[in-house]
């Protein structure tokens, strides 16, 4: 009788000792990228594992310990260093696939008048404030036609507050010759309805906008799952 040595243990396979038709590269290319999981993405951006385990269970702690998908991509550098084994080569990775959507969607508002593109805004500022734990209030300031000028941010605070200066905005809108812009910040809490801090902000932004004949468009709050407009309830 021959003796044969035992198959690997599951958690110890490399992905290049799976069947062709299971590894990920090869399933995205056969069947499309929604067929493969959230680790099996992350793997073929990975490429390999690192101590003892496959790209895919790497991909799928990584994921485990941000604790979704949508933090993970979020992930800053220094929480990326944090993870230990993940080189800097693999952090490069995640980091530049953050980045080229962010370049993407921003792209994307270019290409039409801000208030003509909601969708488009929407998805903006959903990936903008995708996975932030602070409270972080930008601006989109936009020419007479509202075509997207430039997009500024003004401050991140901790424990979901944040320090918001007219006198700066002000500086800034007038530097991009802005002729309108919409704010927006989100509420790490998840609820999308304004504070009373909020609708006086807005009700102090909208003078200040005013003095210097800038349009404000509207004051977007932005929650995992809405997005609400002080535009469309009448507040501004």
Known sequence: MRLTSSPPHASEMRIADLPQSL???ERLLNKGAAALTDAELIAILLRTGVGGIS????????????GSLTRLLAASAQELGEFRGLGAAKQAVLLAINELQRR????????????????RVSMFLR???????NETFIGLFTDIQHRLIAVEDFGSGALQRVAVYPREIVRTALGHN??????????????????????????KLQDAM???EVSLLDHLIVTPQRIWSFRAHGLC
């Open 55 to 66: 790209a895919i269970e790497l991909g799928q702690s990584l994921i485990d310990r941000f």
């Open 127 to 133: 990936h903008r404030f995708n996975g932030l734990l």
């Open 178 to 203: 802005a002729a309108g812009v919409v704010f927006a910040h989100n509420h790490p809490s998840g609820r999308a309805e304004p504070s009373e801090l909020d609708k006086a902000l807005t009700r």
């Open 104 to 119: 993407a969607l921003t792209s994307m508002l270019f290409d039409a008048p801000v208030l003509d593109s909601p969708d």
């Open 210 to 212: 005013r003095c210097i």
């Open 23 to 25: 590894r990920p590269r």
